[in-house]
């Protein structure tokens, strides 16, 4: 058996899980971004070169990156019987089990949705936006009780991946319990309502950022905004003191230009 799971921190914490009860299961982690950047017909090798153009984090951040999901497809080709996790209130999960169905899934899927309030945790009152925020206690709750759900495709239609597929849009977000395409700016103005004319923290601003995200329903990742922040730069709308650059420890400021905010595509 496997467990199938579209989060690397969710991944790490199923396997402490699993291990703690010597369960020694095989955990493939699909963290593929999918969220964000384009789908280009599903091609990885098109994103691959994508991200290294708009997600510089250096010559070998996303190089093998399409041969590894390749390598992990042949993994999970090689054993049927799996257990597929998902959050439905987070988009990168959401949009790696659609991209999931539609090459792997069939009515044997078996699938645990955490999409109900968890009982550990007494401050817990709604569902988790994502399994990467559950510690070990969580993830055994939904290990040992949540229930083995099958392919709901009323639920989750199998014609959504080629939906998106075709929209090729460049940001997907969840909506109303649905993944949407969305446009390519739809973060900005939390960063923007962030910022001012004095210079702030560039890490502060994404911090905060990802934070009023979270109020209003949508967990984004601290790269996708410096990705928006890098556009805006780009356009004039901010401006840095220093290079917006991808893993940099050094301490970098923003503020606003003045500039209307119009335009901003990459």
Not at 16 to 33: E, K
Request: hydrophobic share 40%.
């Amino acid at each position: 058996m496997q467990h199938i799971i579209f989060s690397s921190s969710a991944a790490g914490t199923l396997r402490q899980a699993l291990h703690a009860r010597g369960q020694n299961i095989r955990v493939i982690d699909f963290s593929a971004c999918l969220d964000w950047g384009p789908l280009e017909d599903g091609n990885f090798y098109l994103r691959e070169k994508w991200f290294d153009q708009y997600v510089p984090y250096g010559p070998s951040m996303w190089s093998g990156y399409a041969d590894h999901i390749e390598d992990l497809c042949d993994e999970v080709t090689a054993d049927v019987d799996r257990l597929v996790w998902v959050a439905p209130r987070a988009a990168h999960e959401l949009a790696g089990f659609y991209w999931y169905l539609q090459k792997f899934g069939d009515d044997r899927t078996q699938i645990i949705i955490a999409d109900y309030v968890l009982g550990v945790g007494a401050s817990r009152t709604e569902a988790p936006f994502g399994l990467g925020e559950l510690n070990i206690d969580a993830m055994g709750e939904l290990l040992d009780e949540a229930p083995r759900s099958h392919w709901d495709r009323s639920r989750f239609p199998p014609d959504k991946w080629s939906q998106l597929v075709a929209e090729n849009a460049l940001l997907r977000v969840v909506e109303n319990g649905e993944l949407q395409s969305a446009q390519d700016d739809y973060f900005d103005h939390l960063l923007l309502n962030r910022c001012s004319n004095d210079w702030t923290d560039k890490l502060r601003l994404i911090g905060n950022a990802m934070c009023d995200a979270l109020d209003v329903g949508h967990q984004v990742s601290d790269n996708l905004l410096l990705w928006r922040m890098r556009v805006l730069a780009k356009n004039g709308v901010l401006v840095s003191d220093g290079e917006l650059r991808f893993g940099a420890k050094e301490r970098v400021k923003v503020r606003l230009t003045g500039k209307p905010l119009v335009g901003c595509r990459p």
